[in-house]
Nanobody
């Protein structure tokens, strides 16, 4: 069983930055691909970024490319999402997800999910 706890969300002005963290409670964290998804008000959950178990391979949604960076620290069982140049369209609950295997942009591939952290970007 994998437990994921997100943190780092909050209220930020447009153009600002936030860094989200997701701490995983599992002894073999390095065997899991990790990802971030988000769900905005009245919207479906959407892919943001994913990272392979080694951390070498990353994948981003078009909306995140050039602004967001996903990374992981396997020694700390933690994955991060650094978000820069935020805009109101980034307002959403951000979820961390884990998959024992290859990373993916598809939510259905992920077996474990955190409770989410709210990110609100004001204009």
């Amino acid at each position: 069983q994998v437990q994921l706890v997100e943190s780092g969300g909050g209220l930020v002005q447009a153009g600002g930055s936030l860094k989200l963290s997701c701490a995983a409670s599992v002894h073999n964290f390095r065997d899991y691909a990790m990802a971030w998804f988000r769900q905005g008000p009245g919207k479906e959950r959407e892919f943001v970024a994913a990272i392979s178990w080694t951390g070498v391979i990353t994948d981003y949604a078009d909306s995140a490319k050039g602004r967001f960076t996903i990374s992981r620290d396997n020694a700390k069982n933690t994955v991060y999402l650094e978000m820069n140049n935020l805009n109101p369209e980034d307002t959403a609950v951000y979820y961390c997800a884990a998959e024992f295997g290859p990373h993916s942009e598809y939510a259905r591939k992920y077996d474990y999910w955190g409770q989410g952290t709210q990110v609100t970007v004001s204009s």
